[in-house]
């Protein structure tokens, strides 16, 4: 089993920065496919980023945001720089028993609490 906390939401003017990490349980961290995605009001759950050895991105964050991972300290984090008013919903870490970056939340296996991000135009 694994469980998955965020933080780092929080409030932002467009064009401001935030970092989310994502801090995991479990002792297979490194062999599993890390996501995050985002759900704002009454729109349906998205991808934003991936990641294991390599990474991959929403079109709409490409260049703006930026996932990694710290194998050591079993945590994922993402760097969101240039916000958008667009940007703002609860954004969710993922977790997936596998080394494949998929697209779609059903793949996914373990899933963080949410955490807020508000920008403000």
């Known amino acids: 089993q694994v469980q998955l906390v965020e933080s780092g939401g929080g409030s932002v003017q467009a064009g401001g920065s935030l970092r989310l990490s994502c801090g995991a349980s479990g002792r297979t961290f490194s062999s599993y496919a890390m996501g995050w995605f985002r759900q704002a009001p009454g729109k349906e759950r998205e991808f934003v980023a991936g990641i294991w050895r390599n990474t991959f991105y929403a079109d709409s964050v490409k260049g703006r945001f930026t996932i990694s991972r710290d194998n050591a300290k079993q945590t994922v984090y993402l760097q969101m720089n240039s916000l958008k008013p667009e940007d703002t919903a609860v954004y969710y870490c993922?977790?997936?028993?596998?080394?494949?970056?998929?697209?779609?939340?059903?793949?996914?296996?373990?899933w963080g609490q949410g955490t807020q991000v508000t920008v403000s135009s």
């Open positions: 993922a977790g997936r028993s596998s080394v494949l970056i998929t697209t779609a939340p059903r793949d996914y296996d373990y």
